[in-house]
T-cell receptor, first 114, second 111 residues
């Protein structure tokens, strides 16, 4: 197990297109988080899963954003009808069941909407 | 919800000097306070954390202090080295829920 992995690392898309990102957490980590980070800012919370249940979703997140974790393992984040303001680094993190404890981050997916 | 404020936003120190970064949080239920270091183009990585039942924790040149009453916590880096140059983020978490991050501090250590 080499840590949290995200795919793709980079994505360039045209405005209005849909994109989907994947996150594979560290095995046995039941908690999974998605964050968005823009240049010079701290990671901004998007959504949180415990196993397959989506427990919290940021109120700042528009309904163009949806996330799933169907079997409690990997997760996908989809953005529909992308806008230029969606350009950012999308980070996934996972942590083990017993908490509070460290969240391990993936390398992120950098999205550029042109 | 939780709100975390971090200061300063940039910090320039001479190699060998100390650096201090301060954070405040709003949710009294928060009980876990990690600090992450992020180098350019890389993922955030944990450097030290503290739980609410502890007032201070030290790991070599890095220390963190927590004042639950005042709802603030601080990162102290002593004997700074050029490789300490990075962006540092504080965060707060309540009951295993989401981590809420501060805005970050860009630290530059001048040789």
């Amino acid at each position: 197990d080499t840590g949290v992995s995200q795919d793709p690392r980079h994505k360039i898309t045209k405005r209005g297109q849909n994109v989907t990102f994947r996150c594979d957490p560290i095995s046995e980590h039941n908690r999974l988080y998605w964050y968005r980070q823009t240049l010079g800012q701290g990671p901004e919370f998007l959504t949180y899963f415990q196993n397959e249940a989506q427990l919290e979703k940021s109120r700042l997140l528009s309904d163009r954003f949806s996330a799933e974790r169907p079997k409690g393992s990997f997760s996908t984040l989809e953005i529909q009808r992308t806008e230029q303001g969606d350009s950012a680094m999308y980070l996934c993190a996972s942590s083990p069941p017993a908490g509070p404890t460290e969240a391990f981050f993936g390398q992120g997916t950098r999205l550029t909407v042109v | 919800g939780e709100n975390v404020e971090q200061h300063p936003s940039t910090l320039s120190v001479q190699e060998g000097d100390s650096a201090v970064i301060k954070c405040t949080y709003s949710d009294s239920a928060s009980n876990y306070f990690p600090w992450y270091k992020q180098e350019l183009g890389k993922r955030p990585q944990l450097i030290i954390d503290i739980r609410s039942n502890v007032g201070e924790k030290k790991d070599q040149r890095i220390a963190v202090t927590l004042n639950k009453t005042a709802k603030h916590f601080s990162l102290h880096i002593t004997e700074t080295q050029p490789e300490d140059s990075a962006v540092y983020f504080c965060a707060a978490q309540a009951a295993g829920n989401k981590l809420t991050f501060g805005g970050g501090t860009r630290v530059l250590v001048k040789p």
